[in-house]
């Protein structure tokens, strides 16, 4: 009997932090607009204050949360406070940029499509002189009043046509996105044609 209370208390706690492992758990508690502060608390000890914020443009990140799993892989998040008022503005998940790959972003892109099921919207960019030879693909999902858009950019995109250009050389991204409807129109362009990507060479 004991043995087997033991073994259900130990299966239970295993359950709660594989739960706490997802994106869910990212915005658990958390309302858009809240201050750095009322997030830190939120957080607990799980909360990471940086000794100097990140600047991310028009907003900044002084707190982070590490080691969020995914598809199975460990992502960073980072909470974007408006530079203005200095509220909550968006969340940004990153897998380190040494990770990066079309297979990490397929094993995150599946992740998300059995939680949330068909994207509302997909597009990309081709690589080219007007995206710095960085092809991209991105889906958007729309649930419950959030704005989930998942990002990979990779120069490797273009691999069968060869680039010579410095801006070959930068980094692959995979980012995920988490934004109030305000902040993010859940729609992207369509993909371009190779005709009109040569338009603008």
């Not at 932090?17 to 809240?34: F, L």
Request: with cysteine.
């Amino acid at each position: 009997m004991r043995a087997t209370l033991l073994a259900t208390l130990l299966c239970a706690l295993l359950s709660a932090s594989a739960r706490a492992m997802g994106i869910e758990d990212v915005w658990m508690g958390i309302s858009w607009g809240e201050a750095p502060e009322t997030v830190q608390r939120h957080l607990g000890a799980r909360g990471f204050a940086l000794p100097r914020p990140l600047d991310f443009g028009d907003s900044y990140s002084p707190l982070v949360l590490r080691d969020v799993s995914i598809g199975g892989f460990p992502l960073i998040v980072y909470y974007q406070f408006d530079k203005v008022t200095h509220r909550l503005k968006r969340i940004q998940l990153e897998l380190p940029r040494h990770r990066v790959n079309a297979g990490a972003f397929r094993a995150i892109f599946l992740a998300l499509d059995g939680d949330y099921g068909v994207p509302n919207a997909s597009c990309g960019t081709l690589p080219g002189p007007t995206t710095a030879f960085q092809g991209s693909a991105e889906y958007v999902w729309t649930r419950d009043g959030m704005v989930i858009r998942a990002i990979f950019r990779d120069t490797t995109l273009e691999a069968f046509g060869g680039c010579f250009s410095p801006a070959c050389g930068l980094t692959a991204q995979l980012l995920l996105r988490v934004s109030p409807p305000a902040e993010d129109s859940a729609v992207c362009p369509p993909l371009p044609t190779r005709t009109q990507l040569k338009a603008t060479q």
